[in-house]
């Protein structure tokens, strides 16, 4: 008889900005510049990579998949949060937030591997920089992006599935702006204990194992480098490695304080601040990392625009 009360739950309510009151329009405003300089940001470093062939190498193709996953990363998200700062009822279908959740986490793990990859790529060029293009032909490069884009896949559908399979009928009032897994968890009338391991795991994996890859990447980097003769070398070396660590610190920074704290460090408001810097802040500093101080990007990208605005005149 107790459960003839129980109406499952067939939408959540996204209470994460709701306590700003008229600050959410300000907060539209600054997350939509920042989404648009976000976007075309990321525009122009896959056109210029795709334009220039100078740019047609491995890392430069690495660069485009990972602008192109967080085009794809903050679409799944800021749209969705952008209008809800405008709305007076911020919902979404209960079907709609199982999406929505297992397309951030295949696109967020992907991402974790993808600098793996990255790392890797960094290994074969310093360590191995006479069978660099051999190592890291196409098919290579590609069966690398194939691969890191399975894991996200296979943890995803795994996670999701483990979430929605649990009953909601207590509450459909989110904490937080968008479905991720902790929130959502805390929605559940109940959750068994081999589940939430599972779903720990998963995540903590995730991490720890592209994160291990890069530290055995480094270690092999650092210990050649460490044998050049030349104090410019050893420069070069290091900074073409350094925007990929500083990418990899942030992002990892980031997960690990959302996803392998202890639930007693629980705080919604934490939460929604963090999600804020990996949702929209890291994709847009991270195209700027990358590309600011490469000057073989920056060439590239006035060949390219002096090729689109004088070759018409011709």
């Known amino acids: 008889m107790g459960q003839v009360n129980e109406t499952a739950v067939t939408e959540f309510i996204f209470l994460g900005f709701s306590s700003l009151g008229e600050l959410q329009r300000l907060l539209f405003l600054v997350f939509l510049l920042l989404y648009l300089f976000t976007l075309s940001t990321n525009a122009i470093i896959i056109s210029t990579i795709v334009l220039d062939r100078a740019l047609h190498t ?3 193709f690495f660069l485009a998949v990972l602008s192109c996953s967080e085009t794809c990363y903050t679409f799944v998200i800021v749209p969705k949060m952008l209008v809800d700062l405008l709305a007076q009822k911020k919902t979404i279908s209960f079907l709609g937030c199982a999406v929505q959740m297992f397309t951030f986490l295949f696109l967020g793990c992907s991402h974790s591997f993808l600098l793996a990859v990255m790392g890797y790529d960094r290994y074969v060029a310093i360590c191995n920089p006479l069978r660099y293009t051999v190592i890291m032909g196409p098919g ?22 483990l979430v929605f399979r649990l009953p909601f009928h207590s509450s459909n009032q989110l904490h937080h702006f968008f479905c991720d897994i902790s929130p959502v968890l805390k929605l559940a009338s109940h959750h068994t204990r081999l589940s939430q391991m599972v779903i720990f795991l998963l995540c903590a994996l995730v991490l720890i194992i592209p994160l291990l890859l890069i530290l055995v990447s480094y270690i092999h980097i650092i210990s050649a480098v460490l044998q050049f003769s030349s104090t410019g070398g050893r420069y070069k070396a290091f900074s073409t490695c350094a925007s990929h660590l500083i990418v990899v610190t942030v992002h990892y920074g980031c997960a690990s304080f959302i996803y392998l704290r202890p639930k007693s460090g629980y705080s919604s408001s ?33 060949r390219v625009v002096g090729r689109k605005i004088f070759l018409p005149q011709h």
Do not use: W
Not at 140 to 161: D, E, K, M, P, Y
Not at 284 to 301: G, V, W
């Open 270 to 302: 934490q939460d929604a601040l963090i999600s804020v810097s990996y949702t929209i802040l890291t994709p847009l500093f991270n195209p700027m990392i990358y590309t600011l101080r490469n000057k073989e990007f920056k060439s590239a990208l006035h």
């Open 140 to 161: 290579v490069c590609g069966g690398l992006v194939a691969s890191a884009c399975a894991c996200g896949f296979t943890v995803a559908q795994v996670i999701t599935s």
């Open 58 to 60: 491995p890392m430069y």
